[in-house]
């Protein structure tokens, strides 16, 4: 997933958009942080996945490919930074 936002959060910290290319994000899973040089930042663990649809707010246990989901778990992650 690329870091395409980030958006403070006053209860999960920093929430970062993006859209699954592959795979899936699943809460609880490690998920790890790599710079635009493929150097890895950070090792952090989903605790919110979260869809936006319209004006409403959904959150999910699990998000596939193809999702624009925001996720949580990761404060360090900048825009521009890929999520693996």
């Known amino acids: 997933m690329l870091v395409t936002q980030t958006q403070p959060n006053t209860f999960h910290g920093k929430?970062?958009?993006g859209k699954i290319?592959?795979?899936e994000a699943v809460i609880g899973k490690e998920i790890k942080v790599y710079n635009q040089?493929?150097?890895a930042i950070e090792v952090g663990k989903i605790t919110k996945i979260i869809k936006k649809a319209v004006?409403?707010?959904f959150d999910l246990e699990?998000?596939?490919a193809g999702d624009i989901v925001m996720v949580?778990?990761?404060p360090k992650a900048m825009v521009t930074h890929t999520l693996v």
């Open 72 to 74: 949580a778990g990761v």
């Open 15 to 17: 929430l970062v958009l």
């Open 62 to 64: 699990r998000a596939y």
């Open 37 to 39: 040089e493929k150097k």
């Open 21 to 23: 290319n592959s795979g």
């Open 55 to 57: 004006l409403s707010e």
